[in-house]
């Protein structure tokens, strides 16, 4: 287990180099001109595009401008995101809180009532039941996220003004941070908010993360549904089902123990891809509700061509998506001990 852990890390460094080589190189495709123009800063420096070019040796090679940026990024500089005024580092600091934020609010209902609904259409194959839910699958893996959004805003903020548009908090409750009135201690607002004993903070922040939890909810769920569906229906046709049956064993017992249990397997690697495909879901959601997390700002750099942004973003999404990948190996083998590494 150890050297399979070991050799999994060992190839994070190896990806990464891979994921931020590829960006440098697709940014190559726009002119040197284009990517100066990230640099600039007042109109005054709109006439000194070519020294702009020089300085920062964006008509040197493609191996060139890569190697500069690395020596800079394994020094802790990362460069300076011009999309948000600050250092990419402290960017990513400041803002992936509230990602991580809504990726937990979204995950934790996305699995456990994709779950239970591809399980209770397995078990209910045929019937009304698997009816319903198939179409609700089919349903949400049709509906794009944006359109969904903008759906929600329009019914929920704009027609009945029934919850918050845009942010993760408003501005009386914001005001509370800002004075260190509330103190940051984790970075999640609701946690924090918490911990300061001020639940209306605490609410206020969960109606902003409503309507974005349940764009990246409703989009997801659908491979999870049918994964699970699937899944279940051959543990349930499989022969040790047949024979805890013939034992007399209750359906209950079944269903839990023994064909849920061999299901996960396969739930689990989709759960996994499910977290990577939220990282993608949220660019657009934060974009779309003005969340102040990574992904807007990420969705920004890439528009404004602020290619040590989009590096540093890539970095860690490439990041996240490798240790999620190798905590999906090892749940692997607590859910199903057959399962070794050598």
């Given at each position: 287990m150890l050297t399979f852990v070991t050799r999994r890390l060992l190839a994070l460094p190896l990806i990464l180099l891979a994921v931020t080589f590829l960006i440098v190189l697709v940014m190559q495709l726009i002119p040197v001109e284009q990517r100066a123009a990230a640099y600039i800063t007042d109109l005054a420096q709109l006439s000194r595009v070519p020294e702009i070019i020089k300085t920062n040796h964006l008509d040197a090679s493609v191996f060139e401008q890569y190697w500069r940026w690395l020596g800079q990024a394994l020094g802790g500089n990362l460069g300076f995101s011009r999309t948000s005024g600050q250092p990419v580092l402290s960017t990513l600091m400041a803002r992936f809180p509230a990602t991580l934020e809504l990726t937990l609010f979204t995950l934790i209902p996305l699995i456990g009532l994709s779950v239970w609904l591809g399980s209770k259409a397995a078990v209910q194959r045929g019937q009304a039941a698997d009816a319903v839910i198939r179409?609700?699958?089919?349903?949400?893996?049709?509906?794009?996220?944006?359109?969904?959004?903008?759906?929600?805003?329009?019914?929920?903020?704009g027609a009945l003004n029934l919850l918050p548009g845009t942010g993760n908090l408003s501005n009386d409750s914001a005001i509370y941070f800002l004075t260190g009135e509330i103190?940051?201690?984790?970075?999640?607002?609701?946690?924090?908010?918490?911990?300061?004993?001020?639940?209306?903070?605490?609410?206020?922040?969960?109606?902003?993360?409503?309507?974005?939890?349940?764009?990246?909810?409703?989009?997801?769920?659908?491979?999870?549904?049918?994964?699970?569906?699937?899944?279940?229906?051959?543990?349930?046709?499989?022969?040790?089902?047949?024979?805890?049956r013939a034992k007399g064993i209750t359906e209950r017992v079944v269903i839990r123990k023994h064909a849920r249990r061999n299901a996960l397997l396969t739930v689990i690697t989709l759960a996994g891809l499910s977290v990577s495909g939220l990282l993608q879901g949220a660019v657009i959601a934060e974009t779309?509700?003005?969340?102040?997390?990574?992904?807007?700002?990420?969705?920004?750099?890439?528009?404004?061509?602020?290619?040590?942004?989009?590096?540093?973003?890539?970095?860690?999404?490439?990041?996240?998506?490798?240790?999620?990948?190798?905590?999906?190996?090892?749940?692997?083998?607590?859910?199903?001990?057959?399962?070794?590494?050598?």
């Open positions: 179409v609700i699958a089919v349903i949400s893996y049709s509906t794009p996220s944006f359109v969904l959004g903008v759906w929600l805003l329009v019914i929920f903020y103190k940051r201690v984790t970075g999640l607002v609701t946690i924090d908010s918490l911990l300061s004993g001020r639940p209306d903070v605490f609410w206020d922040a969960i109606k902003h993360l409503i309507m974005p939890v349940f764009t990246l909810m409703i989009v997801g769920s659908a491979g999870l549904i049918k994964g699970t569906r699937t899944s279940m229906l051959e543990a349930l046709n499989s022969d040790y089902i047949r024979t805890a779309l509700f003005g969340y102040p997390g990574v992904g807007a700002w990420a969705a920004q750099a890439a528009a404004l061509g602020d290619l040590p942004g989009v590096l540093g973003f890539a970095l860690l999404a490439a990041t996240i998506v490798v240790l999620i990948n190798l905590g999906t190996d090892l749940a692997y083998t607590i859910i199903d001990p057959r399962v070794r590494y050598a």
